[in-house]
Nanobody, 123 residues
Framework: VQLQASGGGLVQAGGSLRLSCAAS???????MAWFRQAPGKERELVAA????????YYTDSVKGRFTISRDNAQNTVYLQMNSLKPEDTAVYYC??????????????????WGQGTQVTVSS
């Protein structure tokens, strides 16, 4: 499975971005997630979604602002980011796992990674 992330960019605080991650190969049987890594910080789980899209997890700092979704017909997972804050600035990575319902599992549980897309939020 290969993952290709896109949609990052520069946005002002309070703005919105939608990240997309297109997958090749077997996608519908994978749990999917978005991680992010800011300079000097560890990679952190932002949001995860199960294989059917019926169950999602969000880290506390993005609850109510970010929404993860997936379209298995299009082999794509999305991250809608609203009310962006400067502290959301990071490289965002999509990832796939053979766990059907990954919830809050960390990076070690993920088998496939996209290349990352930069999100910069200016104050």
């Amino acid at each position: 499975v290969q993952l290709q992330a896109s949609g990052g960019g520069l946005v002002q605080a309070g703005g919105s971005l939608r990240l997309s991650c297109a997958a090749s190969g077997q996608f519908s049987s994978l749990g999917m997630a978005w991680f992010r890594q800011a300079p000097g910080k560890e990679r952190e789980l932002v949001a995860a979604i199960n294989w059917r899209g019926g169950n999602a997890y969000y880290t506390d700092s993005v609850k109510g602002r970010f929404t993860i979704s997936r379209d298995n017909a299009q082999n794509t997972v999305y991250l809608q980011m609203n009310s962006l804050k400067p502290e959301d600035t990071a490289v965002y990575y999509c990832a796939g796992t053979r766990l059907l319902d990954p919830l809050r599992r960390g990076a070690d549980w993920y088998d496939y990674w996209g290349q990352g897309t930069q999100v910069t939020v200016s104050s």
